[in-house]
């Protein structure tokens, strides 16, 4: 049931209309239904080079940071 439900959010996030939906985050109790998932794999590949790549800046990284660093390739 889990994976279904998050493969029809990723899919639902992944629309051109929620992309812009970060302002949404903040209004409370229904703020965090509007935060997109992020895979398990993105998340470690994230937390592997900020532990490894001095570039990368230090301190909190946020959901939209990990989607964003998930996918760059490090130089």
């Known amino acids: 049931m889990m994976i279904i439900l998050s493969s029809y959010l990723q ?3 992944g629309l051109q ?3 812009h939906a970060k ?3 903040r209004l409370p109790l229904i703020g965090p239904l509007f935060i997109p998932p992020v ?3 993105s ?7 900020a532990a490894v790549d ?3 800046p230090t301190g909190v990284v946020d ?6 660093y998930s996918q760059q ?3």
Not at 43 to 49: F, I, L
């Open 43 to 49: 998340v470690a590949k994230v937390a592997v080079r």
């Open 17 to 19: 209309v929620l992309r």
């Open 63 to 68: 959901v939209y940071g990990i989607r964003q």
């Open 11 to 13: 899919l639902v996030y």
């Open 73 to 75: 390739n490090p130089a």
């Open 54 to 56: 001095p570039a990368l």
């Open 23 to 25: 302002p949404l985050t």
């Open 39 to 41: 895979n398990v794999t």
